[in-house]
């Protein structure tokens, strides 16, 4: 670039996504003269799904603003609890954040999950016709503009991107009413009704049973259970939850 020159500050949140010498403060930026601000921040590194308010000298301005020079850049980040509007909140994660999606759908959030690695362009069109909030920690997918809405995973544990999705949008949470295998519906189930699809074992164990409405796959209380329950009852305490109660294989 080789234009007016404006000088910008990251929020310290966001500063991981811009190179070194950019990371203690407001740093001068050298622009084209001609491309937005969206255009500016996002070729520093910062994917807009990101950035939250972009202030100019103190004035908030839209990403489609032309930068002038001597401009004062304050690039903030997303304010928390994110409000997504135009469609019910709902996800969509891609092949890299499997455990991220199960415990989603333990707590009764809508994530759909792609096991297989079917390419970015098609992750961000199945964003945009489903309209789900598309979770990566890919930057490349995420700068897409065919995404209806998206959002980094900051962590690589699993543990800490559950917290950070759940208090970045807030979601309401419906504990054991999900497939964590498919994300379907799970409904009551008796026992003579699955009795086909129980090991001996099993059959002879356990009496109080889930069933998917999508899948098929049965859900009981099995070895596991005292696991997913602390994993429920630690994001609820959290971020609450609109129930907890039926079972899980």
Not at 166 to 183: D, E, Q, S, Y
Not at 189 to 199: I, Y
Not at 210 to 220: D, G, I
Request: contains cysteine.
């Amino acid at each position: 670039m080789n234009g007016p020159e404006i000088t910008l500050e990251a929020a310290p949140e966001l500063r991981l996504f811009v190179a070194h010498e950019r990371r203690g403060g407001r740093t001068a930026v050298v622009t084209d003269g001609s491309s937005t601000l969206g255009h500016v921040v996002e070729s520093l590194g910062i994917p807009l799904t990101e950035a939250g308010q972009l202030l100019v000298d103190g004035t908030p301005v839209p990403v489609s603003h032309i930068p002038r020079a001597g401009e004062r850049v304050e690039v903030r980040a997303v304010r928390r609890p994110q409000r997504v509007p135009g469609a019910p909140l709902r996800f969509l994660l891609d092949v890299h954040l499997g455990t991220l999606a199960r415990r989603l759908r333990l707590l009764g959030v809508d994530a759909a999950y792609e096991s297989e690695d079917i390419g970015d362009p098609a992750l961000a069109a199945l964003s945009a016709e489903q309209q789900r909030v598309m979770l990566s920690r890919d930057r490349g997918l995420l700068r897409r503009r065919e995404i209806w809405a998206g959002a980094y995973v900051y962590s690589d544990r699993p543990e800490e991107q559950l917290r950070d999705v759940l208090g970045r949008f807030a979601p309401v949470l419906a504990p054991w009413t999900r497939c964590t295998a498919c994300n379907g519906r799970l409904a009551e189930a008796d026992k003579e009704s699955v009795s086909a699809r129980l090991e001996q074992g099993t059959q002879q164990s356990y009496d109080v049973f889930a069933q998917c409405t999508s899948c098929e796959r049965v859900y009981w209380r099995g070895s596991h259970h005292a696991r997913l329950e602390a994993v429920v009852a630690d994001a609820v305490r959290e971020f609450g939850g609109a129930g907890s109660g039926a079972a899980a294989s």
